[in-house]
């Protein structure tokens, strides 16, 4: 059974595993997936970017909306934001779904209850990450987002 990332966590109902044959079975890697997003979210939770630094390639990059605003380029924007923003300690996640191909795979991640100096105290967004298996385990390539309007 997976690891939960925090005591709200769920898990996906769409899970996709299209690994012919692998030698690290389904489930492991599964786990490490939810666990590599599991860092962003527990970084978002503390206001401390350096939680979920190590779970993004150096160069990875950002998209998506926020106020009605288009917001793109490199991780290090998201970093700053969630140093600034602070604490959520309220945060709620839900692994929508989670798609698992070979080397790569794709994470859609619900959160309720984010709160903060710039979110206010009970925002609500969606995100979707691509992964990439790296040397050193499974690694946020991109991050697209949507905030709703509180």
Not at 9 to 31: C, K, M, R
Not at 47 to 72: E, N
Not at 123 to 136: G, I, N, P, Q, Y
Not at 140 to 148: E, L, S, T, V
Request: aromatic share 12%.
């Amino acid at each position: 059974m997976p690891q939960a990332t925090a005591p709200s966590a769920a898990y996906a109902t769409d899970v996709t595993n299209d690994a012919a044959s692998t030698s690290v079975p389904f489930a492991a890697e599964y786990d490490a997936v939810v666990a590599t997003v599991g860092h962003y979210v527990e970084g978002g939770r503390e206001g401390k970017s350096s939680l979920m630094r190590p779970s993004f390639l150096a160069d990875a990059t950002m998209v998506g909306y926020a106020g009605g605003q288009l917001f793109t380029g490199n991780i290090e924007q998201l970093y700053d934001w969630i140093d600034a923003n602070g604490p959520a300690p309220d945060l709620e996640t839900r692994f929508a779904s989670v798609a698992i191909h070979t080397s790569i795979a794709v994470v859609h991640l619900e959160a309720e209850h984010w709160s903060g100096r710039f979110t206010g105290s009970d925002a609500r967004m969606s995100d979707v990450f691509t992964l990439v298996k790296t040397d050193e385990g499974w690694r946020i390539a991109h991050k697209i987002f949507h905030w709703y309007a509180q």
